[in-house]
């Protein structure tokens, strides 16, 4: 079975009112975004610098929703140094929109605030609620990785 065969047998399956006729085209625009989504994910999984804050948003957010701030507490300047790395670090081409930009940006402010309310010692509620903001702001990123 070719590739071919198996994105028409795909592209027919689950766009039945296609007409027939214009596979050719069809083709083109199914392998247009196969490779496309290919590239994507080759880029996001290997952009060294997104994956470094992932991993101390993930250990800091997910113990915070269970009502432990320590991690956070113990983490946020390195929070900040993960995002200014992400700002300073190479976006990869697929990436590189202004919507994207805006969302690292606002990555670096937000852990920098967010690490003064640490170092001030402020109220739980107010570390929760940037904490939040923080990871809504990340999951804009994703979501950019991601169409």
């Known amino acids: ?66 009502g432990d701030l320590e991690p956070i507490r113990l983490r946020s300047v390195e929070m900040v140094d993960k995002a200014t790395a992400l700002q300073k670090g190479l976006i990869p081409s697929s990436f590189g929109t202004p919507e994207m930009k805006r969302a690292i940006d606002d990555l670096v402010t937000g852990s920098a605030m967010l690490h003064q309310l640490v170092i001030g010692k402020a109220d739980d509620s107010r570390i929760v609620q940037k904490l939040n903001e923080l990871h809504d702001t990340f999951h804009v990123i994703q979501g950019v990785c991601r169409h």
């Open 1 to 66: 079975m070719t590739i071919d065969f198996f994105y028409k047998e795909i592209l027919f399956r689950f766009v039945p009112n296609l007409n027939r006729s214009k596979t050719n085209h069809n083709m083109q625009l199914i392998n247009t975004l196969v490779r496309n989504l290919s590239v994507k994910t080759i880029e996001r999984d290997n952009w060294s610098e997104l994956k470094e804050f992932h991993k101390v948003m993930s250990q800091t957010f997910h113990p915070s929703e269970r």
